[in-house]
Antibody, heavy 120, light 109 residues
């Protein structure tokens, strides 16, 4: 059974870089054709897609965040990662990693989410 | 960019009621529209994909319809466990972009 698990610091200072990793188990990132995604949700608010990555390293980003986002993949560790630079309090959110049900489609598999707070 | 307008933002209904949520796209998105259920403190769950297809294991009281710019999500007979926030989501037919609606918080009357 596919499982995704987010990990990383729960507290980041303003202007610094938020870094999260999603570890995939029960399936191989490199042997399956999916765009793996990051989605976030500020407390009490809606969902926002951040970006997605293919095992080859091909990426797509939300234009509203593109200048600050880098998503990378490490197939040897079966992980993909998110970096968001120059964070502010507005970046405080629960961050989810997810996998679509097909190559590029609805997100069927989700991690449990991790809360990242931006505060000094 | 495609904008998704979801309504209502909140809804109160009684057990057994038929509940309908709508989502409108700012341009034609064919059937590239999904519906999610999110319960407090949990990750979203994909219920309906490609506008009208029920995910495996999802109760048949949930359904979706529509194409182009106008979409509808329906719960035919509301159950207590359906209390959640529901989101529509459009996606590009080729890799590019996902956009979520603003969400509809469903409560029991």
């Amino acid at each position: 059974q596919l499982q995704l698990q987010e990990s990383g610091p729960g507290l980041v200072k303003p202007s610094e870089t938020l870094s999260l990793t999603c570890t995939v188990s029960g399936g191989s990132i490199s042997s399956s054709s999916y765009y793996w995604g990051w989605i976030r949700q500020p407390p009490g608010k809606g969902l926002e897609w951040i970006g997605s990555i293919y095992y080859s390293g091909s990426t797509y980003y939300n234009p509203s965040l593109k200048s600050r986002v880098t998503i990378s993949v490490d197939t040897s560790k079966n992980q993909f990662s998110l970096k968001l630079s120059s964070v502010t309090a507005a970046d405080t959110a629960v961050y989810y990693c997810a996998r679509p049900s097909d190559f590029w489609s609805g997100f069927k598999h989700w991690g449990q989410g991790t809360l990242v707070t931006v505060s000094s | 960019d495609i904008q998704m307008t979801q309504s209502p933002s909140s809804l109160s209904a009684s057990v057994g009621d038929r509940v309908t949520i709508t989502c409108q796209a700012s341009q034609d998105i064919s059937n590239y529209l999904n519906w999610y259920q999110q319960k407090p403190g949990k990750a979203p769950k994909l219920l309906i994909y490609d506008a009208s297809n029920l995910e495996t294991g999802v109760p048949s009281r949930f359904s979706g319809s529509g194409s182009g710019t106008d979409f509808t999500f329906t719960i035919s007979s509301l159950q207590p466990e359906d209390i959640a926030t529901y989101y529509c989501q459009q996606y590009d037919n080729l890799p590019g972009m996902y956009t979520f609606g603003q969400g509809t918080k469903l409560e029991i009357k």
